[in-house]
């Protein structure tokens, strides 16, 4: 029971890698604060709902979070895939607000929480496509590199309050963010043959990392980028 007692809030728990980290922190001891637009029918009773929509009002998580906050995960983002011609001024602000300002303005609601606990973690996570080339992902990799831009900041501004801030960065995962990509069987053979591992990634790859970076287990790592891509951003197997 690792995170016994501790609050854990996860931004964008409803669904995908974030619901799946619901599951796996609570069934660790943790108190999970669930925000999202929309609650989860399949949510354990325990957890304690915040309905929250990230592009209207970040504003009001400081009045709902606990004094205390031992974790800070942002599971909230997109996949927008567009040529580059297409993509309009509201994509690009779109996107960057759901990624980044979201991101943003729910930590500095938590950070009073954040700093009150012993050693707290925040999480947010970005994309392969913010560091690997990809076609059609111009809006989507700007904005998670800003992800990660914010990331690696907060790591140095908050070191002194022993906060660790880190950032997981998937390659293609099966969630409903992800259903178009995998809705065949042709596509999902076709993603699957593109990660060196031969398989695209599960909720639980990438939630078991980001427990990890929670958790007591890394506690001297902090303003990283950790890639869960199958070896898709640094290995070449075909040549
Ligand atoms: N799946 C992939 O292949 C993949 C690859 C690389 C990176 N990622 C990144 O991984 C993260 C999680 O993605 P996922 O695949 O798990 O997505 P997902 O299944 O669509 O889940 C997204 C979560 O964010 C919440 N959300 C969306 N808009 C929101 C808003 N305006 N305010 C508050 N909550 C909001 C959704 O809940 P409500 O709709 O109830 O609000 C949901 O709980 C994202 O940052 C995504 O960019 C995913």
């Known amino acids: 029971m690792q995170f016994q007692n501790k609050n854990i809030l996860i931004i964008g728990a409803s669904s995908g890698i974030g619901l799946e980290l619901v599951h796996l922190l609570n069934s660790e001891g943790a108190n999970v604060f669930a925000a999202s637009r929309n609650p989860s029918d399949s949510w354990p009773e325990s957890i304690q709902y ?18 205390e906050l031992h974790g800070f995960v942002y599971c909230v983002g997109n996949i927008n895939l567009k040529p580059f011609s297409r993509i309009t001024e509201n994509d690009l602000i779109a996107d960057f607000k759901l990624n980044v300002v979201g991101a943003a303005l729910s930590i500095q609601q938590s950070l009073k929480s954040l700093k009150s606990a012993t050693a707290a973690s925040i999480v947010m996570i970005s994309s392969v496509a913010a560091r ?21 900041s ?29 809705n065949t ?34 506690s001297w790592i902090t303003g990283q980028v950790i890639p869960i891509d199958g070896g898709m951003s640094n290995l070449k197997t075909t040549f």
């Not at 915040?50 to 004094?67: C, F, Q, T, Y």
């Not at 390659?171 to 995998?182: E, F, I, V």
């Open 50 to 67: 915040i309905k929250l929509d990230v592009m209207l009002e970040a504003g009001i998580l400081s009045e709902v979070l606990p004094a």
């Open 132 to 152: 690997t080339g990809m076609a059609y992902h111009a809006s989507i990799a700007a904005s998670k590199a800003a992800v990660e831009g914010l990331a690696i």
């Open 154 to 182: 907060l790591a140095a501004e908050l070191s002194g309050s022993q906060i660790r801030v880190n950032v997981v960065a998937p390659s293609l995962t099966d969630t409903p963010l992800a259903s178009k990509l995998l």
């Open 185 to 218: 069987p042709e596509k999902m053979e076709a993603s699957a043959k593109r990660h060196p591992i031969g398989r695209y990634g599960s909720v639980q790859d990438i939630s078991s990392a980001i427990r990890f970076l929670l958790s007591p287990e890394s």
